[in-house]
């Protein structure tokens, strides 16, 4: 005679009808009356689906007469679990309500499967809502359908278009069977639907609560019964269509749904195929007996925890009910503090209640999880460690070692067990990790991984990033040795750095305390990369975290492991991945030929990404940040490697410098900026040792001019020009690369106002290309052209309009080909630029019509060139604005003054040698549109006032940059000292000050 264990699926059917329906689907029925378990309540209808050569032992659990719903469903489940010891999995089977839908032909008698889609796990309990301050939300989430299960559902799906493997085959056995007929006749067969199906307790026959419900949460179907049961066994939810939950609902389909659905089911099992049979393993009391000993085994070191609040509520709102299975998944970045908040979770359960059992499984590897497992089993032998025995089918005996253990959980009295598999990094793992874990019917899992992928499949994820200021600031006090504290500020400018990762906190903290240094002092050095070489006794051990996610990398893809290492020594916040496929591709290493011709960067981006080593950073759209932590171990990684990889990232930022004629040259050099800074400090430390290019090295310094960073920029022209001078046969190119350095450095003394000097430079370079340059005369009439503007600042008009008019026809000669017009020759910019100088030198001649028109076809020639945003159009407008002062059009200049400064400040920022040449311009506007209004008597006073303001402004810049005796200094100076607010004198004037310091510097 049979026994329940025989019996491994079982089919729910809470109303006789859909029992009626199922019965109809067994290809033999047992007559046997089994005996019943003690405590057993429900009586199951028992028989065998077949298939050829293959036999399905199945049970159908018929509800007690005038129970359902979902209390009783979740009783249901319990129940089975227990009668059936071998059961694989349920099938819920029966009737449901429609939801009708403009996208999908939905009928009564079709059949609605749940299946997860979008971010539902296929079933959801509508009616189980917890109601919080201002908010009603879902109190439980369910578990998706089994994995095996969906298998089984994709493989009907695939078949669906051939009508001999349809699930319908099965009702055509049945045509002849009473009472079970569609009430109506149909124009196709039954169909399946596929998607969430929501469940509550309630009968729904109201068309408004069912579109309520629809645009809610969507769905295909409502029912009474799934929400209770698929947290606690693995199940599929199979409805037959019988009403759509309006006011026109009857009992007149529910006979043929049953049967639809009874259909599909018994195809599910068919397609389900056998299970292999398995060595069973003799244990008595396989698990070790102490809950300290089992929560203790695997656990991380106790450190001082601070904050996570929030992570705190939300983790007790999702493992708040031990009568079901609740399964959350925690990821995050390596050293955020996954494992310790997960101890201090469950630290605090047990503190509530000291009767759980708590089992700590490490998942590192798949060896690790099985070892770590076998760590909590004892064979019937004695305590130690269960072993299989490797003479004796070691596999088959470790695979069922394992499957003993999640089985003893299974029966665990009331679920009263909290399970963490820690530290899951890689599919395998993971995948064995979901086999186990799915299987389970009751207590509290928690996955702890660093991969959002590993953990996307789970329904509760939880993602765990840095703490809270606050928290982060009391991590501090308590790691670091109160004299050493310093102020809130200061660790908060240490915390918002390392962006209030825990680990890189006690880092920090133990640095600071090591050597002892400040905290300001620790900021500096960690900037500077300083501490990149220095070891102190803690790292070892705190890095260890570090270590195996980075190790993990490496063994999922080796050139992300390479990449990040380069990236180390750039700036973290934007990860510029096209700064390695823009660039020279054929002069940098073989790792990086292959990145990019194997276009390998989308899956590097997807890895890095689920292990959180990166985010998209809120500067833009697909810009990558490093996280901080990162980011320093990567560099710690490269150490021996360091040479190589500075030189390849100066290589690869000095590539990307643009010219000042591009289209983009704005967006690159802010884009640049925080960059260069990093390899600016890997050059003045000497971290590449060997010669760097002088090419890239000029690139720079171009970028430091770009930014008025003009110290910098000098220093490295200077030092290349040494270089080149040192050189005793210097050949074309070197001559060349001479000329130019020149040309450049001169443009960095005219921007520092030095424009004796910078007029030598001019000289000396257009002598040289004259002398040695042969074919295009470009560059030596750009640097005639360079020297023609420091004339005109200086004022020496006539010789500067001189150099501009042979520079013009130079320029006009090469680009007006007759008939032959290409505005993407690179020479244009340069030729609106020279129209734009000329037009300034009209201007200053007081040729106000002429030099207008010579502005606007400047401008417009640059718009057509470059773009209207370009710096170099921008400089066109200001001289217009200038027209306007002129013609006495204030308010016009005002706006036009206004835009220049704002776009000026948002590239380079207020304290920038451009923008303030825009402030001293609107300056001018507001003082001569003053003193226009007091001469017509109509005030001028807030005019008077703003030109104060900001000739102030302008005066206090050149004085801070250039000195007191700088020209600009002294013109700000001499036009507040012409400027008087109205009834003022000079005893109570607020800014003589700036025009008195000359008298108290001579007394």
Request: with cysteine; proline share 3%.
């Amino acid at each position: 005679m049979r026994s329940l264990e025989d019996y491994t699926i079982i089919l729910f059917c809470p109303l006789v009808i859909e029992q009626q329906a199922a019965c109809l689907m067994l290809d033999e029925v047992d007559d046997d009356i089994l005996e019943r378990s003690v405590g057993q309540t429900i009586l199951y209808t028992l028989g065998r689906i077949k298939s050829k050569d293959l036999t399905y032992n199945v049970a159908i659990a018929g509800y007690p007469a005038g129970e359902v719903g979902i209390g009783i469903s979740g009783s249901m489940a319990s129940e089975a679990l227990r009668d059936f010891p071998n059961l694989e999995f349920g099938l819920l089977v029966g009737i449901a309500a429609g939801i009708p839908s403009s996208s999908r032909d939905i009928r009564l008698g079709d059949v609605a499967v749940a299946v997860p889609s979008q971010d539902n796990p296929g079933v959801i309990g509508y009616d189980l809502v917890k109601v919080e301050e201002g908010e009603i939300r879902l109190k439980q989430w369910q578990n998706s359908t089994h994995p095996l299960l969906r298998s089984v559902i994709t493989k009907i799906r695939v078949v669906e278009e051939r009508p001999q493997l349809r699930f319908t085959r099965h009702l055509k056995d049945l045509e002849s069977a009473g009472g079970f007929q569609p009430p109506e006749d149909q124009d196709r067969e039954p169909r399946a639907h596929y998607g969430t199906i929501l469940s509550g307790n309630g009968v729904i026959k109201s068309k408004a609560k069912r579109n309520e419900l629809q645009e809610k949460y969507g769905g295909i179907a409502i029912d009474m019964e799934a929400a209770g049961m698929m947290t606690r066994l693995p199940l599929a939810v199979i409805r037959g269509i019988s009403d759509f939950a309006d006011v026109n609902k009857t009992d007149a389909w529910h006979p043929f749904a049953a049967l639809t659905a009874a259909a599909y089911a018994k195809e599910m099992i068919l397609r389900v195929g056998p299970l292999k049979k398995t060595i069973r393993v003799d244990t008595q009391s396989i698990m070790l007996p102490t809950k300290e000993t089992l929560f203790h085994l695997n656990m991380p070191e106790r450190c001082n925890f601070v904050g996570r609040d929030a992570i705190f509520a939300k983790l007790e709102s999702r493992l708040s009910d031990l009568g079901q299975k609740s399964v959350v998944a925690i990821c995050g970045l390596s050293g955020v503090g996954k494992s310790q908040l997960v101890a201090e979770f469950v630290r605090r359960r047990l503190q509530k209640d000291s009767t759980h059992r708590v089992f700590w499984i490490k998942a590192d590897s798949d060896e690790v999880f099985t070892r770590s497992v076998l760590g909590l089993l004892k064979t019937a032998q004695g305590p130690q460690a269960a072993e299989p025995d490797v003479n004796h089918g070691y596999h088959e005996q470790r695979d069922a070692l394992m499957r003993s253990f999640f089985a003893e959980l299974q029966v665990m009295a009331q679920g009263k067990w909290i399970l963490i598999i820690d530290g899951i990094c890689d599919e395998s793992c993971a995948g064995q990790v979901r086999s186990y874990t799915d299987a389970l019917a009751s207590g509290l899992v928690i996955i702890v991984s660093t991969s959002k992928n590993l953990i996307s499949g789970y329904n509760n994820k939880l993602e765990i990033t840095g703490l809270e200021e606050a928290d982060a600031i009391q991590l501090l006090r308590s790691e670091i040795e109160e004299s050493l504290q310093g102020s809130e500020q200061e660790m908060l400018v240490l915390s918002r750095m390392v962006k209030c990762h825990p680990l890189m906190l006690r880092l920090a903290a133990s640095a600071i305390n090591y050597y002892p240094m400040s905290i300001p002092q620790y900021v500096k050095q960690w900037q500077r990369r300083e501490l990149d070489h220095e070891d102190h006794p803690t790292d070892t051990d705190l890095l260890r975290c570090f270590e195996i996610s980075f190790e993990e990398l490496v063994r999922a893809d080796m050139l992300a492991g390479k990449l990040m290492k380069l990236f180390g020594f750039l700036d973290p916040t934007d990860m510029w991945f096209d700064t390695t496929t823009n660039a020279n591709i054929n002069e940098y290493p073989d790792w990086i030929r292959l990145i990019v011709h194997e276009r390998r960067y989308p899956a590097i981006i997807r890895l890095l990404r689920s292990r959180s080593f990166i985010e998209l950073s809120t500067k833009g759209d697909q810009i990558y940040e490093i996280h901080p932590a990162i980011h320093e171990f990567a560099r710690r990684k490269a150490r021996h490697q360091e040479e190589e990889f500075v030189r390849d990232a100066v290589s690869l930022i000095a590539a990307q410098v643009p010219r000042s004629n591009d289209a983009d040259f704005v967006s690159k050099v802010r884009r640049l900026e925080p960059h260069l800074g990093q390899c600016k400090i890997y050059l003045e430390q000497n971290r590449a040792r060997r010669g760097l290019d002088l090419v890239e090295l000029e690139k720079f310094g171009n970028m430091f001019r770009y930014l008025g960073r003009n110290e910098e920029a000098v220093r490295l022209y200077e030092g290349i020009l040494y270089a080149l001078s040192q050189e005793d046969d210097p050949d074309h190119f070197t001559t060349q690369m001479f000329a130019g350095i020149q040309n450049n450095l001169g443009l960095v003394f005219h921007s520092q106002r030095r424009y004796h000097e910078a007029l030598q430079l001019f000289q000396q370079s257009y002598e040289l290309q004259f002398r040695t340059l042969e074919g295009d005369d470009t560059t030596r009439y750009t640097t005639m052209y360079n020297k023609s503007r420091t004339l005109l600042v200086v004022g020496q008009l006539e010789k500067s309009y001189e150099l501009l008019s042979q520079s013009e026809a130079y320029f006009s000669q090469i680009l007006h080909q007759p008939g032959v017009y290409n505005f993407n020759d690179e020479r244009w910019p340069i030729y609106f630029r020279i129209l734009n100088d000329i037009g300034e030198v009209q201007l200053r001649q007081g040729h106000l019509d002429l030099a207008e028109q010579t502005f606007i076809k400047a401008f417009e020639g640059l718009r057509r060139t470059l773009t209207q945003s370009h710096p170099f159009a921008f400089t066109v407008r200001l001289n217009i604005g200038r027209i306007c002062v002129d013609r006495s059009r204030y308010g016009t200049a005002r706006r036009l003054f206004e835009c220049i400064i704002d776009k000026y400040t948002e590239w380079w920022g207020r304290k920038h040698n451009e923008t303030m040449r825009a402030v001293a311009e609107l300056a001018e506007v507001y003082m001569r549109h003053g003193e226009a209004k007091k001469l017509m008597g109509d005030g001028g006073e807030f005019e008077t006032e703003m030109a104060m303001v900001l000739w102030t402004e302008c005066f206090e810049y050149h004085r801070d940059m250039y000195g007191l005796d700088s020209g600009t200094a002294a013109l700000a100076k001499a036009k507040l000292k012409n400027i008087r607010p109205q009834g003022s004198d000079e005893g109570n004037d607020p800014y003589i000050m700036y025009y008195t310091m000359e008298r108290e510097t001579e007394g």
